[in-house]
């Protein structure tokens, strides 16, 4: 399923799995963040909201595998461990 937000983007649901939905405070993006991964975008991926700068939503992507949900924003990699229940981040390499 495709949902369309008020300039929030596209997001895909599938609608057999168990989505809970939510109003969201800050965003869509940094509030899925905080409440379902337990991580702060401005802590845990460098994002600092700018004026004039797209929210985090537009820039958020995200692959799911078997156990581990991999998350990427502000050229930070990261994963949560779906059995562990954890999140982790690779370490952010700059030029």
């Known amino acids: 399923m495709w949902i369309g937000g008020d300039a929030e983007g596209i997001y ?3 609608p057999k799995l168990n989505f809970q939905s939510f109003h969201f405070e800050k965003d869509f993006a940094t509030d899925l963040l905080k409440n379902y991964y337990g991580v ?3 802590v845990f991926f460098n994002w600092q909201q700018q004026s004039g700068v797209l ?3 537009y820039f958020l992507r995200f692959v799911t595998t078997q156990n581990k949900n991999w998350i ?3 050229r930070i990699v990261s994963y949560y461990d779906k059995l562990q229940k954890k999140s982790s981040a690779y370490p952010n390499y700059q030029n």
Do not use: E, F, K
């Open 12 to 14: 895909t649901i599938d």
């Open 40 to 42: 702060s975008v401005s």
């Open 55 to 57: 929210p985090a939503s």
């Open 72 to 74: 990427a924003l502000n």
